[in-house]
């Protein structure tokens, strides 16, 4: 077991220099090797060269296959990505249950075609639709339905991706 994870750091740890030397194939592989560790990612997840995995994102190791992510999806730097909480052990230890360790193990899922932001946090059981843009530093729990934009801690729904891509584009104050 020690020497499957310590194949698993050196893989990540050149996929991560790949990035800098050669971003295509980085971004080729990257999702391969998410595969290999049990992240819930399809075969086309790179169709259209439209998906984009950040090395930063931290994924949580405590069963990875409980993270599934949808194609065309891009997560910005520094998100994390928890399917455990341990803060269960805590109130159960203060109220002196004779419970050791309880915690919450719980999937998240991120549907086809999303934005995370820079340094949102995906919490144990957030469910986020297709077309979705999560704001930079938001904390997500729950369901974020299909076509949202969600911003705030916790998440908030402050608008539908559609409408929000049409003012942009009838506004024209974007760069191509």
Same mark, same amino acid.
Request: aromatic residues 10%.
């Given at each position: 077991?020690?020497?499957? =994870?310590?194949?698993?750091?050196?893989?990540?740890?050149?996929?991560? =220099?790949?990035?800098?030397?050669?971003?295509? =194939?980085?971004?080729?592989?990257?999702?391969?090797?998410?595969?290999?560790?049990?992240?819930?990612?399809?075969?086309?997840?790179?169709?259209? *060269?439209?998906?984009?995995?950040?090395?930063?994102?931290?994924?949580?190791?405590?069963?990875?296959?409980?993270?599934?992510?949808? =194609?065309?999806?891009?997560?910005?730097?520094?998100?994390?990505?928890?399917?455990?909480?341990?803060?269960?052990?805590?109130?159960?230890?203060?109220?002196?249950?004779?419970?050791? *360790?309880?915690?919450?193990?719980?999937?998240?899922?991120?549907?086809? *075609?999303?934005?995370?932001?820079?340094?949102?946090?995906?919490?144990?059981?957030?469910?986020?639709?297709? *077309?979705?843009?999560?704001?930079?530093?938001?904390?997500?729990?729950?369901?974020?339905?299909?076509?949202?934009?969600?911003?705030?801690?916790?998440?908030?729904?402050?608008?539908?991706?559609?409408?929000?891509?049409?003012?942009?584009?009838?506004?024209?104050?974007?760069?191509?």
């Amino acid at each position: 077991m020690r020497i499957r =994870k310590i194949v698993q750091i050196i893989q990540r740890f050149l996929i991560k =220099k790949l990035r800098v030397l050669w971003q295509d =194939k980085y971004k080729e592989i990257y999702p391969v090797y998410l595969r290999k560790i049990g992240v819930n990612i399809p075969n086309d997840y790179y169709e259209n *060269n439209m998906g984009y995995i950040d090395p930063s994102v931290h994924f949580d190791g405590s069963d990875y296959s409980l993270i599934s992510i949808g =194609k065309n999806t891009t997560i910005s730097r520094d998100v994390l990505i928890l399917t455990h909480d341990f803060s269960l052990a805590k109130g159960f230890q203060l109220i002196k249950a004779p419970i050791k *360790n309880a915690h919450f193990l719980k999937p998240v899922i991120i549907g086809e *075609n999303c934005f995370i932001g820079a340094r949102a946090v995906l919490l144990p059981g957030a469910t986020i639709g297709n *077309n979705c843009i999560v704001g930079a530093g938001s904390v997500v729990r729950g369901e974020v339905p299909s076509g949202s934009i969600v911003t705030g801690n916790p998440a908030k729904v402050v608008r539908e991706t559609e409408e929000w891509a049409n003012y942009h584009l009838n506004k024209q104050d974007y760069i191509q």
